[in-house]
């Protein structure tokens, strides 16, 4: 059964250091999302990806943020400078936008 | 602003017998909902999901239950088996929000333990 894959599954990174944070959809998909969980809080939208562009971004994804689909398969979230507070995990989705999103397994990212 | 609202953060049900898992949301623009399953440490996994011109869907031990008018759904398992036991979530989207997003609006989810 296809599935939608992450690396790394943990990343630590100094404050101000940037990260990139890897996932790979479901081939046939169109959609891509990235949502994020803080610790004891519940799963929230960053950003959709359709047609190589970004269709809608939630407040948290600001200027630090920006997501890039490099190749056919990869779709990348990259953090310019890390802020404490984007200690999180990260989920990638993807969807062909008619069922439901399927999920990775997330990115658990530290900041120190 | 909590748009979907899962006021149970915990609930322990009996093997066998039938887990209810609510859910309300205040946004009259969402149409599609979905219940997905997560594991610690795991991404969220897809169980169920009804549009808003239904009022149920089933699926095997699963049913989803839409109440437009209330704003509520609600999902049943039955029988409940302990495997079941995780952290549910409840989610919805304005399909027709904006072309090409669908994304996807939580709750914080509800905690069910199924005790052999």
Known sequence: EPEVTQTPSHQVTQMGQEVILRCVPISNHLYFYWYRQILGQKVEFLVSFYNNEISEKSEIFDDQFSVERPDGSNFTLKIRSTKLEDSAMYFCASTDGYNEQFFGPGTRLTVL | ?116
């Open chain 2, 1 to 116: 602003d909590q748009q979907v609202k899962q006021n149970s953060p915990s609930l322990s049900v009996q093997e066998g017998r039938i887990s209810i898992l609510n859910c309300d949301y205040t946004n009259s623009m969402f149409d599609y909902f979905l219940w997905y399953k997560k594991y610690p440490a795991e991404g969220p996994t897809f169980l169920i999901s009804i549009s808003s011109i239904k009022d149920k869907n089933e699926d095997g031990r699963f049913t989803v239950f839409l109440n437009k008018s209330a704003k509520h759904l609600s999902l049943h398992i039955v029988p409940s088996q302990p495997g079941d036991s995780a952290v549910y979530f409840c989610a919805a989207s304005a399909m027709y929000s904006g072309a090409g997003s669908y994304q996807l609006t939580f709750g914080k989810g509800t905690k069910l333990s199924v005790i052999p």
